[in-house]
């Protein structure tokens, strides 16, 4: 995220672009432009695999079928604000989906 001081603001008014001069106090926060992921299967599970701040889902997957092996999974994907394929092999719920069968086959 970058901070813009002293700078002009576009927003869209009504069916117009406005142009709105800040004052020097103001501060401006916005977005860098997103990384493009190519191959966004790969992506998803290297993210699986190396969790930041909590266990990988292969140790969640694991220590729940040792707990109980008639649990059940809910995968909730819900980001409207990010354009992302869900379905298909090139979507980002299959890794995850194949992943959680894979564990559960191999632990019962």
């Known amino acids: 995220m970058r901070v813009h001081r002293n700078e002009t603001c576009k927003n869209k008014i009504a069916n117009q672009m406005i142009d709105i001069l800040l004052p020097e106090s103001a501060k401006l926060f916005s ?3 997103p990384i ?3 191959d966004p299967a790969w992506a998803v599970e290297q993210a699986l ?3 930041i701040g909590s266990p990988n889902l292969e140790e969640i997957v694991i220590r729940k079928l ?5 649990c059940k999974v809910a995968i909730v994907i819900s980001d409207n604000t990010r354009p992302v394929l869900y379905k298909g092999n090139a979507g980002i719920l299959w890794p995850i989906i194949k992943k959680i069968t894979g564990y559960w086959d191999f632990q019962r």
Do not use: A, E, L
């Open 31 to 33: 977005m860098t432009k």
């Open 36 to 38: 493009i992921i190519t």
């Open 49 to 51: 695999r190396k969790s």
């Open 66 to 70: 040792r707990s109980n092996r008639d």
